[in-house]
Structure formats: C-alpha cells, structure tokens
C-alpha cells in the first residue's frame, strides 16, 4: 500500500515560516496512524513543489529516504542566471543578502545516503538550474538519477515524468532497488 500526501503550498515555496514544520508534523501523523518509518518514506514535487521539498529533504534528512522533483528550480534563488533560465524570487525569500541561505545547491551534503531522481524539459526555464544541481551532486559523489525530457517548464512534462517518479519511490521505498 502507498500513501501520497499532496499538501497545498500556495505561494509558500515550502519555506513561509511554519511551513516546513507543518508538512513534518502531516507527514509524522500519517506515518504514525499507517506505521510507516522513515526509511519508507519519499518526498518529492514540481516546479516550486520540487524546490520546497528538496530543502525540506536537505533540513529534515532523517524523515524521508528518497526524493523526487520534475521542472525544479534547484539552483534558486541565484540571480547569476539570466532572465530567460530564472524565475522572479518572491518576497518569501526576503531581501536579496538573505537568498543564499535558501538555495538548496549550498546544503546539497545533506542528501548524502538520499535515493535521488529529477527530470526537466530541454526547453525548460530551469534546465540550467537542474544541471548545475546534477554537476553538484557528482561533485559531492552522491549517486542520483537524472532526466531530461522533451518540452519546457509546462504540464506535459509534469505528466510524462510522474510516472517514473512515482514508480522510481515505489522501487527504493519498498527496498527492490537498493544502493
């Protein structure tokens, strides 16, 4: 049996004060209510949902085994890129001396002994961004799985990489694919 949780992050990017300690807090009673350890839980996300959960991965290491992120922004904030591979950083992130803190690239280490898989579209905003996340996780000698598909920062490819995300946790949550 699987258990997906899906909590609305609004506009929070999974790091709005209490934010991050809420989805633990879900994330702890359902796993209490179901009996599920830690070693069998995933986390993972799109687009922002990608980026949150990274962190939340990168902050809390001992909740989740794996993780998974389609079209994420993994290399943000960083205004190093030029508008056409970057995103607006919204007022979340607070003044620009604080963004460093929050890109998920600087605590990176943390996902060492993590089961990682990420996927982006070729044409996609954040292909940069997921690029430089797979370089620093080679760097860094943490073995991951990464993708590149067809098609830009759109649905599409949120659909055509979901399957894979979803049966990659199945795999390593219930131990089949062991590293």
Known sequence: ????????????????????????????????????????????????????????????????????????????PNS????????????????????????????ASALRGKRLWFATGREAFDFRMNVAFHKKLDELRIPHEFETLAGAHVFSVVAEALPQALAFHERVLRGVDAH
């Open 80 to 107: 190093d890129y030029p508008e056409r591979d970057n995103h607006t950083v919204p007022s979340v992130f607070g003044p620009p001396q604080q963004w460093p803190r929050s890109n998920p690239m600087r605590d």
């Open 1 to 76: 049996t699987s258990i997906i949780l899906m909590p609305n992050g609004g506009s929070s990017w999974w790091i709005a004060p209490g934010y991050p300690a809420y989805v633990i807090e879900l994330t702890e009673k359902v796993a209490d209510a179901f009996k599920v350890a830690p070693g069998r839980r995933g986390c993972g996300g799109w687009s922002m949902g990608a980026y949150g959960s990274i962190r939340l991965m990168e902050e809390y290491p001992g909740d989740f085994a794996s993780w998974t992120g389609i079209l994420g922004l993994l290399d943000f």
